[in-house]
């Protein structure tokens, strides 16, 4: 079977990575494609996966989006009517969807935002299924165009599906892809700050979103003296914005980096966005959200207790000093390190080892967060039971 997969995003190469993985073991052919966008190509360089580059992002104009869609269109129809495939996976690609459809092939998405309007209306009623966290409603869809029937539902958070594998295969991964050489070693805690999506369509088309930057500023000017702060930026104007804003007061991180990698390091996450949090809140992070909009998979973490949302800068600043406090309590464990499993499926038990000398705080996340892994299934399984039965 001819599988073609566009991948858009850093978060869909970590995601389909495995499904790709997976599928290529069984003896599937498969296209990967993607196209021109810093974090992407950067990514996937660093996980080793091979992309096929189709036309550019389209940055936060509009017109731009528009004209960039319709020329990667065009290049793609003639890369996939010569691949000829039987299947088409996309995390909600308008142009996979639109030369799918073109071409009579099946196209399965995943998407995990129905918040992002514009392109769930361009995506989803041209799909014939759509996968999705079991967190989101049937109802969330209703004005996308989907039959309920369609929709596939999976119990779990979409970067359980990485998480796990890097868990299982930690020793084979490189685990420091960014400079830390700006790190202070006298400094106890380090904090890293992930900017919101500012060209993505459901933030760039709205006018009355409050930025983000000004709750930055509060956690540079608090804590820029006691902590390290790291910034990771999404876009090479956001890395020259901060950098020239903050100077040496943070360490703006310049090159694209393994996020796993990244997070295993810091104490603290405070993200405007979506998969990064989730990623945190998995490997056991204190999170707090600065998001400037709401969506379904954060609201269940913040509802599970594992993350705070804040908009005020007071507020915020308060709250990572209460953070800060906890984690300096230490608590010696005695004998031997305690061991949580993680179990991803059968018999493959994945054991990730807590500190020997840590706060009660620190390990009542992790346990939390393995239990929460512990619970969820494996979404590259319950796509495999539709591949033959679209």
């Not at 992309?51 to 269109?73: C, F, M, P, Q, W």
């Not at 902590?227 to 310049?254: G, S, T, W």
Request: overall charge positive; glycine content about 4%.
């Amino acid at each position: 079977m001819r599988i073609w997969f566009d991948i858009l995003t850093p978060k869909q190469i970590m995601f389909f990575k495995y499904f790709v993985q997976d599928l290529h073991e069984d003896g599937h052919e498969i296209l990967c494609t993607g196209r021109k966008y810093r974090e992407l190509t950067e990514l996937a360089k660093i996980q080793d996966i091979n992309i096929k580059i189709v036309g550019r992002h389209g940055g936060n104009d509009r017109y731009e989006k528009l004209i960039a869609s319709i020329e990667r269109t065009r290049k793609l129809s003639d890369i996939i009517k010569s691949f000829e495939p039987n299947l088409t996976v996309s995390f909600s690609s308008p142009e996979a969807c639109r030369v799918s459809f073109g071409l009579n092939v099946d196209h399965f998405i995943f998407n995990d935002s129905p918040h992002a309007e514009a392109v769930g209306r361009l995506c989803i009623p041209l799909s014939t299924r759509l996968f999705c966290p079991w967190v989101i409603p049937y109802k969330a869809w209703k004005n996308f165009g989907i039959n309920k029937s369609r929709i596939v539902r999976y119990k779990a958070l979409d970067p359980v599906v990485w998480i796990r594998k890097q868990l299982e295969y930690s020793e084979k991964i490189q685990y420091y892809h960014y400079d830390n050489s700006q790190r202070e070693k006298k400094r106890v805690n380090t904090i890293l700050v992930r900017p919101e999506e500012v060209k993505a369509s459901y933030i760039a088309d709205r006018t009355n979103i409050q930025n983000s930057v000004t709750l930055i500023d509060s956690i540079i000017e608090k804590f820029s003296l006691s902590c390290n702060i790291l910034i990771l930026a999404r876009y090479q104007d956001q890395v020259d914005f901060f950098k020239n804003r903050y100077q040496h007061k943070a360490c703006v991180l310049e090159n694209v980096v393994d996020g796993i990698s990244l997070l295993k390091d810091i104490d603290i996450f405070v993200g405007a966005g979506g998969t990064m949090s989730a990623e945190a809140v998995l490997l056991g992070k204190p999170v707090i959200s600065i998001s400037p909009i709401d969506f379904y998979v954060e609201n269940f973490l913040i509802n599970s207790g594992f993350i705070k949302k804040i908009r005020n800068q007071n507020e915020l600043c308060k709250y990572i000093s209460y953070i800060i406090s906890h984690l300096r309590i230490k608590d010696v464990i005695k004998k031997k390190k305690p061991k949580i499993k993680i179990i991803e499926t059968g018999n493959t038990n994945i054991e990730s080892i807590a500190d020997q000398q840590s706060s009660a705080f620190k390990r009542k996340l992790f346990e939390k967060s393995a239990n929460l892994i512990n619970s969820m299934d494996d979404p590259i399984k319950i796509f495999k039971k539709f591949i033959k039965n679209p």
